[in-house]
């Protein structure tokens, strides 16, 4: 089985510091790992994601997420961020192995970004 | 071109009642996705159709159970609604093709009193 541990349930930042939200996932097999991005009053939205290849991904909007497969973490992180990044932001992994995939979230990290 | 899409977004039902949420993917993808979030919670993974048929399961009770029509679009049904089932249910869709990337819809609130 797998699964996803997200650390922080909050997160405060002040507008154009860095932040980091933190992703550990379990599974006994190969995996994808994502990031979704959930605004208020929304679904889920993908903001980016790890397939294969290079371990340092990045989504439009200068978030970035790197693979560390010996700690079995996917760490987001911005280095300034906007009062517009204010969502909450969900890790998710799905299993390789299955022939139709399964995706298991995290509970969510609320970032908050203080003016 | 349309995402997915959800219904009804908001309903009430009591206590051992039952409830249809209808959800259609978005053009293009096959596989629909039911996922269910409490207050606070992320989703979790209620079931997934692909070819009209159920694929995978989630840790849920056989009160919860589902379809898809030839046309990709799914429903999901609750039977015998407790309290604890008060949350938003949001669909999924994807192609079966593409890893994991799934595209949600809003999600229908559900309040059970």
């Known amino acids: 089985a797998q699964s996803v541990t997200q650390l922080d349930s909050q997160v405060p930042v002040f507008e154009e510091a860095p932040v980091e939200l933190r992703c550990n996932y379990s599974?006994?097999?190969?995996?994808?790992l994502f990031w979704y991005v959930q605004y208020p009053n929304q679904g889920l939205q993908l903001l980016l994601k790890?397939?294969?290849?290079?371990?340092l991904v990045k989504s439009i909007n200068g978030f970035e997420a790197e693979f560390n497969k010996s700690q079995t973490s996917f760490h987001l992180r911005k280095p300034s961020v906007h009062i517009s990044d204010t969502a909450e932001y969900f890790c998710?992994?799905?299993?390789?192995?299955?022939?139709?995939?399964?995706?298991?979230f995290g509970i969510g990290t609320k970032l908050q970004v203080i003016p | 071109d349309a995402g997915v899409t959800q219904s009804p977004t908001h309903l009430i039902k009591t206590r051992g009642q039952q409830v249809t949420l209808r959800c259609s993917p978005k053009?293009?993808?096959?596989?629909v996705s039911w996922y269910q979030q409490a207050l606070g919670q992320g989703p979790q993974f209620i079931f997934q159709?692909?070819?009209?048929?159920?694929?995978q399961r989630g840790n849920f009770p056989d009160r919860f159970s589902g379809h898809q029509f030839p046309n990709y679009s799914s429903e999901l049904n609750v039977n015998a609604l407790l309290l604890g089932d008060s949350a938003l249910y949001l669909c999924?869709?994807?192609?079966?093709?593409?890893?994991?990337?799934?595209?949600f819809g809003e999600g229908s609130r559900l309040t059970v009193l």
């Open positions: 999924a869709s994807s192609f079966q093709g593409l890893a994991g990337e799934l595209f």
């Open positions: 599974s006994s097999v190969s995996v994808y």
């Open positions: 790890y397939l294969s290849g290079s371990t």
């Open positions: 998710a992994v799905s299993d390789v192995s299955g022939g139709y995939q399964k995706v298991t």
């Open positions: 053009s293009g993808h096959d596989t």
């Open positions: 159709y692909y070819e009209e048929e159920e694929r």
